[in-house]
């Protein structure tokens, strides 16, 4: 051993915090989450391993203290001869450890265990300074490709005192293609330009430590100077492209700007007709005027309804069919009705009443628990994931148990009457109200919660008010600093193809926005416009960024984040049958629907339909439900190549390709009608000239190549895609 007892009690080793023996919640446990011992891959999973079980990242200090001391017959910690205790012996690798070697004897770590398992294993003392914060430094680096550096974390104490833990420290990077982090600390920027956030981890703490790669080569200034800015956005994204040394692609063409809008404004494609109206303006500003005309289209409703399915609509069977009708049909009129976002969340978070006459309160209905509706309503109305602090402290953030339970205590008092869930059928009606008791309880003291907004304090609601009216108002209030960014980052997702935070719905520290000045002046537009969806809308499809194409430049290819370039999204399941549909010009029928009925329109993901399956819709078998699967997948080629459902429609004798065929159109009109129903565009001389030839080949059906050429553009990435 590289170290005996009696020269171990001449050894004075200061612990981070303070001078003297260390001891086990400053010096120890950061030890134990430094080397992996409570992760959960480790001893920190749901029931330990081999016997041995530790809270996962030191979240509960008691249970950790009594598994170390107290379990094991006190071999785990031996005072009576500290380095044969099972802690060090398995830790060095000296007795055999399912996890290896871990803790290197020579180093400061096995002296800080070895030194206090020999002080008696001492507790940190309650009037002992705290963890205030930690800081990293460099706190901020931009680098070159290939480049490292080295970060170092320092502690900061309550009694003033700053100690480097550095070697205590976890570290992990937010994007690692970009700038990849090493166990200490060592920072390697990667080949490509872009942002990297470094987090850097001791005890329940973390800092953020940006690193920024910019592409080589420089690029004059007045290129940026001389970009259109039509709204707040163009600047805010211009700057963030200037910062990486990135620049714009070329506008969009006006057909692809066109076929775009449509679609991401009323989920459809333009007619023809529509198409040729549009590519005629000479108008300046006709892209303005399209982008109002669109949010005026009754299509606007249901397709952005269809969005908030996903994230709502409970499984019918578990809830009933009438109460899960009645949640649809409450989302359409909200999105026809062009209700205010603040008023439609408060709506959700305090609904109150029956479900069969309020179908907001079929949320309470679906989601009973408290915990539940915790995580809901945290993730869809703030953008902040607490599931994990649910069980322990969040590890990349800084919600605790206190904050979870005492947040879940809002949904405390929610009283039901009527008929209950008795799945696979439950029909009843049920009414939700606030019941004048009724408490959340700590699931490790047993203490009763009392709620409590998160980073706020805890408030005292008395028993003739509901607390979620209280919720309601705290989330929608214009200060709360999640509500609106979230909304803003969840639309700004769906009409550029990816969230300035992405995940759309986990904003946190430790996962920061691509460009945070973009996302606080979204924000504070939409407060200042009252929460108008449609305005929001507006104001992104308005900008100059919006309309960009998304054919990379020689300094922009590499870039997935900053908006240098519009990225093409496959479209969403619902809306892709649609456009079969439309270009075809042969409805879908759905069960439970009347005739003629759209796919964004129907009020359930229980109707069968093995299109909407392949290309992602929701499963409600799910929980939650809302996962919807935007991959493109082999599934899903083969079902457009194979699709007997697919194949009835193009060759329908009622269908667009028969009537075009046996219309007196020439053969290159023919070919304009399909390209223009599928792709929106006119096609390229080259293309009109070789679908032409396929209508010449000798024997060739004016039908049969009809339907040929309508089945091959349904088989495109171009079809699939929203460019």
Known sequence: ????????????????????????????????????????????????????????????????????TAEARGRRVFPASPQNSLLLTKGTGIVPHGGGKKLPPDGPEYRTLLTWIAAGAPRTPADAPKLVRISVTPPTKQLTFGAKVPLSVTAHWSDGRTTDVTRLAQFSSSESVYAAVDPSGLVTAGPIPGEAAIMARFMERFAVAPIVIPLPGAVPAEAYDRLPRRNFIDGHVWAKLRQLGLTPSNPAGEATFHRRAF??????????????????????????????????????????????TDLLRPNPYHVGIKATYNLDQWLRRAFRENMPYDRFARELIAAKGSTFTNGAVVMYRDRRDPAELTTLVGQIFLGVRLDCAKCHHHPFEVWSQDDFYSFASFFARIGRKGVGISAPISGGEETVFAAP???????????????????????????????????????????????????????????????????????????????????DALAADFRRNGYDLKKLIRTITTSHVY??????????????????????????????????SDVTGVPE????????????????????????????????????????????????????????????????????????????KPLSAIVEELYLLAYSRLPTDAEKAAAVRRFERPGASRRQATEDLMWALLNTPEFVFND
């Open 1 to 68: 051993m590289p170290f005996r007892l009696s020269a171990l009690c001449a050894l004075v080793l200061a612990g981070p915090a303070a001078a003297g023996p260390p001891t086990f919640e400053t010096d120890v446990q950061p030890v134990l989450t430094r080397y992996g011992c409570n992760q959960g891959a480790c001893h920190g999973k749901a029931r330990g391993q081999n016997g041995f079980q530790l809270s996962l990242l030191a979240f509960d200090h008691d249970a950790d203290y009594a598994a170390l």
């Open 263 to 308: 679609l991401d404004v009323i989920g459809r494609l333009p007619t023809p007709d529509e198409t040729r109206a549009f590519l005629a303006d000479t108008a300046a500003d006709k892209r303005e005027k399209l982008i109002e005309r669109l949010l005026q289209r009754a299509e606007y409703a249901d397709f952005w309804a269809n969005k908030w």
């Open 437 to 519: 008791a009724g408490a959340v309880k700590h699931p490790l003291t047993g203490r009763t919660m009392t709620p409590t907004p998160l980073l706020g304090k805890a408030l005292d609601i008395p028993p003739d008010q509901d607390p979620r009216d209280v919720l309601a108002a705290w989330a929608t209030a214009p200060d709360n600093p999640f509500f609106a960014k979230v909304i803003v980052n969840r639309v700004w997702a769906d009409l550029m193809g990816r969230g300035i935070v992405d995940p759309v719905d986990d904003l946190r520290a430790t996962n920061p926005p691509s460009n945070p000045e973009l996302l």
């Open 547 to 580: 309309g960009l194409s998304t054919a990379p430049n020689d300094r922009n290819a590499a870039d997935l984040r900053n908006y240098s370039r519009h990225y093409r999204q496959r479209l969403r399941a619902e809306v892709l049958l649609d456009m079969a």
């Open 589 to 664: 029928a759905f069960a439970a629907m009347p005739p003629g009925s759209r796919a964004v329109e129907v009020w359930t993901a229980r109707t069968p339909n093995e299109f909407l399956d392949s290309f992602g819709r929701p499963d409600p078998n799910q929980d939650p439900p809302c996962e919807r699967t935007s991959d493109t997948t082999v599934v899903q080629a083969l079902h457009l190549m194979n699709s007997p459902n697919l194949h009835r429609k193009v060759t329908a004798d009622s269908g667009r390709a028969a009537k075009l065929a046996t219309s007196d």
